[in-house]
């Protein structure tokens, strides 16, 4: 059972951050885009990174505008709030958080950012 306390720990710090980063990005967008550090992957490479443009993109999302940054930025957004607090809560209802640490889990996600960096860097 103590085991099970620590995992969700992380989980709701998680879901914590998710609630401080959207009330900031709707309530202060302007210091959150002017403090926010410039992409690394784009200054020195030339290339977008699966996440370029998907603050601002929130940003208008938050704001019912629509987003132009990332192709992705929708899809993203249904994760961060429908997907991940859906399946924390499920696993934490079964009390098997171990699929966030399943090899299939893994490999999901590789797969999903590599396709996002794939079509981020295809000309428009």
Known sequence: MEQLRDKCRTHYFILGSIVVMTAL?????GWV??????CVMKTYLHLSCPFCGM???FVAILHRH??????????????????YPALFV???SI???SVF????MYRLVCAALL????VNNLPH
């Open 25 to 29: 990005l709707r309530f202060c967008p």
């Open 33 to 38: 885009l002017l403090h926010s550090p410039g």
């Open 55 to 57: 603050t601002r993109d």
């Open 66 to 83: 629509k987003p132009e940054f990332n192709r992705f930025s929708w899809t993203a957004f249904a994760v961060v709030y429908l997907v």
């Open 90 to 92: 499920w696993a934490r």
């Open 95 to 97: 009390r098997r958080l």
């Open 101 to 104: 640490h399943h090899p299939a």
């Open 115 to 118: 396709l996002m960096f794939a």
